[in-house]
Each structure stands twice: as structure tokens, then as C-alpha cells.
């Protein structure tokens, strides 16, 4: 089986993406199952997020889509991963690390494009590399930057090494040692099985994360609200967190940090009482609502840049910050943050 990224022999339909949960713009784009997860992933470089897995088999399946995909695995494993460019509407398939380091270098996915017949390939070439070069030099990771690998070409495919990956809730400026890493639960042992999520790339000092459930037990009823127990683990170290916490049921929330991480303030969000343990020092704000507001305990990222739910606007309100990564459960008993 080839080891390259190849084009298949489909052409995308063109909602393909919507429909597959991508709202954003970029031009690239990636889809791939995460069997941890039990989830489709959408990826474009950028960001980072769940997709519909419903319609990622129902594409899947389409007869004129399996032939081309059948020796991947695609609905299964996370092996390979499928690959869109949105102005053609051309369809690739590569193993994942192949993929994600195109997603990270624009010039490398403007020779991919030219190799299949796109006549502005100068053009796309200078700007894709303006472009890269504009992103590496505002990073951080840009005063690190030691060795630039050179990019190898061949004439029916192409492989890139970029400075490029991410680690799962981790979506690091300084990329040279990045790799891929899933949590063994989403939910958490109880929890629903409905995780969704949302991850950016970092923008300014410090990061917002948030974690959402609805409830951490099953075993409550009208006018009986016993509290819930979640596990939240803190590794991630590249700036310092503010980390909002939100349950629409009462939730004790026992946060384990990692030595080295820094966390600003946490906000515990919540329609019952909230309390938190692990955290000693740290500020912690509590908003305990009196009545019920649609939106304020959202716990689902709805696949979309363009709307995201009301409880992360009201937060990137508050705390003047940049959302960095959303999870979410009907129901959650554990979440790591790396």
C-alpha cells in the first residue's frame, strides 16, 4: 500500500465539507476517525475539531467514493486520513502524519495543487510562501526555529517533512517535537459517549479552556441533585490557563496539575452549586445561576467557527481571551488537558 499522499478517484461533492461538520474557510482540509473517540476529526491546520461520524460513513460507503478508499480503513482506524482541496474539489488519501505536516506548510499543498493541472502555480507558490513565512515569523516557536527540512517532490505524488504537528489539546506554536496523542477516555468511565470538541491554535499570553458537562451522574430526579465527582488533569505548560469549569447538575470538580503548570483564575460555572478541590491559591470565580438560560450550560460544540455556543462567548467575554480548546459531555466523569 502506497505510503504517499495519492489522489483518489472521487471528486467531492460540493457541500461535501458541511456536511461532514467543517464550517471554516481554509482551502485544505482533513477528515480522519479517531477510534479512541469514536469520532470523526476535522482538520485544517489551523483548527482542530470534531466532524459529523455519521455522515463521514455514509460517505464512506457511497459507491463511488468505496472503491478508491476500501484498503485504508478509513471508517475504523486513524491510520490514514482523507484529504479536500476545496478550489478543485480534488480528494487525497495519506497517512496522517503525511497529511497533518502538508496542513502545515501552505507551499507544499500549492505543488500538490499544480501537480493536478492548477495553471496559477506561480502565483499559488509565492503566496503560499508568503503566507508561511508572515505565520512563522510572528510565532514564538520562530526564535527556536533551527533547521528547516527541504520538501521532496515527485511527479504523480508528494510527501512534506514540515516544523508542523500537534499534540491532542495541545496545540503548540513551537511545533518541532510535536506528535499525536488521544485520551484513552473522552467522557470518562460512566460518562455519555457524546464527546465533542474544539481546539485552536494559541492566540496572545495566555489561553482559555473550557470543559463542559450537563451532569457527572445519572441518579438525579426532580428536587434530588446529588453532586458528581469529574477528574480534570492539567499537563499543558505553554502559557498560562484560565480554565472554565461548567455543569448544569452540582459537580465537584478535582483538578490535578502537573508540575510546571501555571493556571491564572478558573471560573466554575453552574445552574446547581459547583466546588472544586486541587487548586489551592489559585483565584476562582463562582457563577451559580438562580434560573435557567438557554446556552449558559452548553456542553456540545456544534461544528461551526461562525456561532459558537453562548457560554464560550460570554467567558471570551469575561476574560478578554481567545478561546484555545472546548470539551464536551452530556454526561463526563474525567478530561486531561495537554
Known amino acids: 500500500m502506497p505510503n504517499l499522499v495519492e489522489r483518489l478517484n472521487a471528486t467531492a461533492h460540493p ?60 471508517g475504523a482506524a486513524d491510520q490514514y486520513w482523507i484529504l479536500l482541496d476545496r478550489h478543485s474539489r480534488n480528494l487525497y488519501v495519506g497517512l496522517g502524519p503525511d497529511v497533518q505536516s502538508l496542513l502545515e506548510a501552505p507551499e507544499s499543498l500549492a505543488l500538490l495543487a499544480s501537480l493536478d493541472g492548477n495553471n496559477n502555480f506561480f502565483q499559488e507558490i509565492g503566496d503560499a510562501l508568503k503566507n508561511n ?3 512563522l515569523t510572528n510565532s514564538e516557536g520562530f526564535r527556536n526555529l533551527k533547521n528547516i527540512i527541504p520538501l521532496g517532490m515527485g511527479a504523480a505524488s508528494i510527501a512534506a517533512v514540515a516544523i508542523g504537528g500537534w499534540y491532542w489539546l495541545k496545540p503548540i506554536l513551537d511545533k518541532q517535537q510535536a506528535t499525536t496523542q488521544t485520551p484513552l477516555v473522552a467522557c470518562g468511565d460512566g460518562g455519555s459517549g ?49 480554565l472554565a469549569l461548567s455543569s448544569y447538575e452540582p459537580v ?68 478578554r481571551t481567545q478561546l484555545t480548546s472546548f470539551q464536551g459531555c452530556y454526561r463526563g466523569t474525567s478530561f486531561q488537558l495537554k
Open 194 to 242: 457524546d464527546f465533542s470538541a474544539y481546539f485552536a491554535r494559541t492566540i496572545g499570553s495566555k489561553e482559555l479552556h473550557v470543559i463542559s458537562v450537563y451532569e457527572a451522574r445519572s441518579d438525579h430526579s426532580a428536587g434530588y441533585h446529588p453532586t458528581g465527582l469529574v477528574e480534570v488533569k492539567v499537563q499543558r505548560q505553554e502559557k498560562p490557563i484560565i
Open 133 to 135: 513565512l508572515e505565520r
Open 15 to 74: 457541500r461535501l465539507e458541511r456536511t461532514l461538520g467543517y464550517q471554516a474557510n481554509s482551502r485544505w482540509v482533513a477528515w480522519h476517525w479517531e477510534p479512541q473517540l469514536n469520532q470523526a476529526m476535522y482538520n485544517d491546520g489551523e483548527n482542530i475539531g470534531t466532524g459529523n461520524g455519521v455522515a463521514w460513513q455514509v460517505f464512506l460507503q457511497h459507491p463511488q467514493v468505496s472503491p478508491s478508499v476500501q484498503d485504508y480503513n478509513l
Open 252 to 319: 465537584h470538580w478535582n483538578v490535578t496539575l502537573s508540575p510546571g503548570v501555571e493556571i491564572e483564575h478558573i471560573i466554575l460555572n453552574g445552574y446547581h452549586q459547583q466546588s472544586i478541590s486541587g487548586v489551592d491559591g489559585v483565584p476562582v470565580d463562582k457563577y451559580i445561576h438562580i434560573r435557567y438560560r438557554p446556552g449558559h450550560f452548553s456542553y456540545k460544540w456544534l461544528n461551526t467557527l461562525e456561532y459558537k455556543p453562548l457560554l464560550v462567548q460570554r467567558l471570551e467575554q469575561y476574560t
